[in-house]
């Protein structure tokens, strides 16, 4: 069996080396979800109640006329879910790079995944 054990840590010691920087970003972005109790963005389907964890990639504020909003796409390693905070124009915390969980429904717009005025919690910046 010893030798099986060592084959398996061979291979993963060969698909670190040859896995590409974002591959292996989104490896570990997927196993800090999981170990924060979120489902895997890519497995959320419309209308769930689920909890996502992951990075913020980008937050945009949207000015409409009649509702402003907060955007910010989160990242998980497998997908990405789009958190709209309607009628806000800053969330403090809420920022390219910080790392959040989130929980609330999952609705489809524009064929993206897309959880509005979500529950969330920040982690501490590392």
């Known amino acids: ?69 907060l955007e910010a796409d989160l990242y998980d390693g497998s997908d990405v879910v789009t958190l709209v905070w309607l009628g806000r124009r800053h969330i403090a915390g809420i920022e390219p790079g910080r790392h959040l969980t989130a929980r609330g429904r999952v609705a489809v717009r524009d064929d993206r995944k897309v959880i509005y005025n979500p529950y969330y919690e920040l982690e501490p910046p590392k």
């Open 1 to 69: 069996m010893s030798t099986d054990e060592d084959r398996g840590s061979l291979r993963r010691m060969l698909r670190r080396l040859t896995a590409s920087e974002a591959e292996i970003e989104a490896q570990e972005l997927l196993r800090e979800s999981a170990e924060h109790g979120g489902v895997p963005a890519g497995q959320c389907m419309r209308g769930q109640v689920v909890s996502v964890s992951g990075r913020l990639r980008t937050v945009v504020y949207t000015p409409r006329t009649n509702l402003p909003t």
